[in-house]
């Protein structure tokens, strides 16, 4: 019987984290090697922000290059994880009445295969994506991850990837900025005192939270991944924050693990 799985949000931050060996890597290879091993893997990615609601179900998903203006190294990497069609269908029966799309276009995009390539780099673990809804308010969304808590006495690791604090309008292009901006610090601390206390009901409309959540949640793709993770914890878990940090003064690189 597979032991319960973490639950993991992981801050990805800037793509070439993929080749780079620094504090947020390292703390995700430590991840990787310190949990039970997954049977599969379910992420929800920043990055597959689309109307409706759709799940890969490619047998070999492909490696997507979501990105432009990087070193041709980073265009070279791979990430050819098994798909999971199975457990696709399993998913899109456990959210019914929602209508799910199984989708064989997309693949693991760089908010997926980024972190995965530290967390797991053998690339043995089958991953499937489970796409956000543009069109749905922030409580869609913490709701379809209540939904998939199951999924944890599987063994199967759900992963949200996005960035607590991500506005790329204030972000130091090519430097780094000796200290992060003070609202950035304001508002991830906000939000770690209301993820210890299990209070989900502010981070969910997070739009009431002040100046600081609308300078740090310009746009929400890459907030609501951790709502899905946020909405998986059973009572009595522990939250924890594996992996802590800003980049660029404006991108936080925390990590949130649930149990």
């Not at 639950?7 to 080749?19: D, R, S, T």
């Not at 050819?80 to 009445?97: C, D, I, N, S, Y």
């Not at 980024?114 to 749905?136: F, K, N, R, S």
């Amino acid at each position: 019987m597979p032991s319960r799985m973490p639950a993991l949000f992981l801050g990805h931050g800037n793509p070439m984290n993929a080749l780079a060996s620094n504090d947020y890597t390292q703390g995700w290879r430590s991840l990787g090697r310190n949990m039970p091993r997954p049977e599969a893997i379910v992420c929800v990615s920043a990055h597959w922000y689309r109307p409706g609601t759709a799940v890969t179900v490619n047998e070999s998903p492909r490696t997507i290059h979501d990105f432009g203006g990087f070193p041709p190294e980073l265009y070279r990497m791979q990430y050819p994880a098994p798909g999971a069609p199975e457990l696709a269908r399993q998913l899109q029966r456990m959210l019914t009445p929602l209508a799910v799309q199984g989708d064989d276009s997309w693949g693991l995009d760089h908010g997926t295969w980024a972190v995965l390539c530290h967390l797991y780099p053998d690339a043995d673990i089958p991953v499937l994506q489970l796409g956000i809804d543009e069109t749905q308010p922030a409580q869609f969304h913490y709701d379809l991850g209540e939904k998939l808590a199951p999924l944890r006495e599987e063994g199967i690791l759900i992963v949200g990837s996005g960035n607590l604090v991500h506005n790329l309008h204030t972000y130091a292009w090519g430097k780094h900025l000796p200290e992060p901006y003070d609202w950035a610090v304001r508002f991830e601390a906000r939000a770690r005192e209301l993820m210890l206390a299990g209070d989900h009901a502010p981070l969910v409309a997070y739009e009431t939270l002040g100046e600081d959540a609308r300078l740090s949640i310009p746009t929400p793709d890459h907030y609501l991944p951790l709502l899905y993770v946020l909405a998986t914890r059973q009572v009595g878990e522990q939250v924890t924050f594996p992996v802590q940090g800003v980049d660029g003064g404006s991108i936080s690189m925390l990590a949130v693990q649930v149990g």
